[in-house]
């Protein structure tokens, strides 16, 4: 316990400085007082006394013993009876206890016990079946694995742990890593979910790709508000941002449709002769989706927004799964309208290059004739 204790006070003082450190605290493993009651075997036997009859005494005196219930309606209270305080908070009053004799008669407890007080831990603390001494850290970051590398090459640099002593990390970080290996593999199924259901949808690859363009617009204020808020990559962060993706490519898919309904409308109708066409079509299956979309993203929030003030149990969780969500949806509306049919008439304006008619200026005799025609008819 001595190894662990000054084990420990070193790990703390080398992992105050790093950054992101508010305290290091280790667990003081002594320190403790305890009062030591042995019973002296051999005066015990002289008096025809057993250590057992000898430990009745003390623990009835100093815990008391239990004589009765007393009922309250359907309230049970135990009846202790003990000696009083001034006969037991002191060793030399203990050393006074009177131990009845089988044969009659009494004699003080100092006799057959010696009473003393020895130093000791306050507490023995155990981990997996080893004993442990605890280091209580407080940080203040937003990358609490981040954290954790430097705090390792802080100790690594300044403390020499003898053979057979080792640390690890526990609490929060440790969760923070079982939860990543979970979400190693729920992260991509997701993911990939999204895709196939995009290409069910679409039909083409490139038009699946376009569709989760939106995705990182959404991401973009997520991780924004995740580092405004000192929020760490929790499960409920992770199912949040999960379901952020999902929202922002089902917008983004919206606004491809509406992008090519519209496009084919002028098709149809003959209005798709050049670029400037395309620019127009593009503009009107624009502003036709911002309405929808401000209602969808409008409806989602007011939804949402008041997790963000929610109290009692389980406020916390939803509150890391709303975060992320709000800022993403915001920021997947406003990127998403202005990015996406940007990239739209750029792709469809070289995909139909050759159905577009040539723009040919009028020569230079056509344009003199127009004015001698003008001038004539004035």
């Known amino acids: 316990l001595a190894v662990l204790g000054k084990l420990s006070n070193q790990i703390a003082r080398a992992i105050t400085p790093v950054r992101g450190t508010l305290s290091a605290i280790a667990n003081q493993t002594l320190g403790g007082y305890y009062l030591d009651i042995h019973v002296r075997r051999d005066v015990a036997a002289r008096y025809g006394l057993t250590v057992g009859a000898v430990q009745r005494v003390i623990s009835m005196a100093i815990g008391g013993e239990r004589i009765g219930t007393m009922v309250l309606g359907v309230e049970r209270y135990p009846i202790n009876l003990r000696y009083p305080v001034n006969l037991r908070d002191q060793p ?48 203040q970051v937003s990358d609490l694995v981040g954290y954790v590398r430097r705090a390792d090459a802080a100790i690594a640099e300044g403390v020499t742990p003898p053979p057979g002593y080792t640390y690890e990390w ?79 490519a089902e917008m983004g898919l919206v606004l491809l449709v509406y992008l090519d309904v519209t496009l084919r409308e002028f098709r149809d109708t003959g209005r798709l002769r050049n670029r400037n066409d395309l620019l127009e079509a593009v503009y009107t299956g624009t502003v036709r989706r911002i309405r929808p979309k401000t209602m969808t993203v409008s409806a989602a929030l007011v939804g949402l927004a008041p997790l963000l003030w929610a109290q009692g149990s389980g406020a916390d969780i939803m509150r890391h799964l709303a975060v992320p969500m709000i800022f993403g949806l915001i920021t997947s509306f406003i990127l998403e309208l202005m990015v996406l049919p940007t990239l739209y008439y750029m792709v469809m304006s070289y995909a139909l290059r050759h159905q577009f008619e040539p723009h040919t200026p009028p020569s230079a005799g056509e344009g003199h004739l127009g004015q001698l025609n003008l001038g004539d008819s004035v």
């Open 92 to 139: 030399d009053e203990l050393r006074q206890l009177p131990v009845m004799l089988p044969g009659g008669g009494s004699i003080p407890l100092g006799m057959v016990a010696t009473l003393r007080y020895d130093a000791g831990p306050p507490s023995i603390d155990s981990y997996d079946t080893r004993t442990v001494n605890y280091i209580n850290v407080t940080t």
């Open 170 to 248: 526990v609490g929060q970080y440790q969760q923070i890593r079982a939860a990543n290996h979970r979400l190693a593999l729920a992260v991509p199924l997701a993911l990939l979910a999204i895709i196939v259901l995009l290409f069910l949808a679409t039909g083409h690859f490139m038009r699946v790709l376009g569709v989760l363009l939106a995705v990182p617009f959404g991401l973009v204020g997520a991780f924004w508000a995740l580092w405004f808020m000192h929020y760490q990559l929790s499960v409920a962060v992770w199912v949040g941002i999960i379901a952020l993706a999902g929202l922002a």
